[in-house]
C-alpha cells in the first residue's frame, strides 16, 4: 500500500511539473499564413524575405531543456566521432596483425625449405634401408 501510494504521488508531482511546463512555453501566433495568402493573389510579386527570430525563453525550465538537448546532441556527435576514429584504429590494427601472420608464415615456410635443402645436402643419397633385418 505505501509503494502504491508513493507511486501515485510521484505520478501526480511529474504530471503537475509537465503541466506547467507546457503551459509556460508560448506558442508563436502564425501571422505569416494570412500575409502569403493576400501576396499569393498577385502574380509576379514576391513577398520580401523575413528573418524571423524567436526571442530566448525566459522560463529556467525552458532554459535548461535547451541547454540539455545541445548538451546531449554535442555528446552524441562526440561519442559518433569516437566510435569512428576507434573503428579506424582497429581496422588499421587488424590490418597490420594481418600482413605479420603472412610474412611469419613465409618466414617460417623459407627456414623449413632451407632446413630441408640443407639436410638433404649433407646426407648422402644411399637407400635408408641397408637390407639387414635386426
Known amino acids: 500500500m505505501k509503494k502504491i501510494q508513493t507511486l501515485l504521488i510521484g505520478s501526480t508531482f511529474a504530471a503537475i511539473a509537465t503541466t506547467s511546463a507546457f503551459a509556460q512555453t508560448a506558442q508563436p501566433v502564425d501571422g505569416g ?3 502569403s495568402a493576400q501576396v499569393q493573389g498577385q502574380p509576379g510579386v514576391t513577398p520580401p524575405s523575413q528573418n ?3 526571442p530566448a525563453p525566459t522560463d529556467p ?4 531543456r535547451n541547454a ?10 562526440s ?6 576514429e576507434l573503428k ?8 597490420q596483425y594481418k600482413e605479420e601472420v603472412r610474412n611469419a608464415k613465409i618466414n617460417r615456410k623459407a627456414d623449413k625449405d632451407a632446413a ?4 638433404n645436402a649433407a646426407e648422402p643419397a644411399t637407400p635408408k634401408d641397408s637390407g639387414l633385418q635386426h
Open 33 to 35: 499564413a494570412q500575409m
Open 52 to 54: 524571423l527570430v524567436a
Open 61 to 64: 525550465l525552458v532554459q535548461k
Open 68 to 77: 540539455n538537448a545541445a548538451a546531449n546532441a554535442e555528446y552524441s556527435a
Open 79 to 84: 561519442k559518433k566521432a569516437s566510435k569512428q
Open 88 to 95: 579506424a584504429t582497429s581496422q588499421q590494427a587488424k590490418a
Open 116 to 119: 630441408k635443402a640443407e639436410l
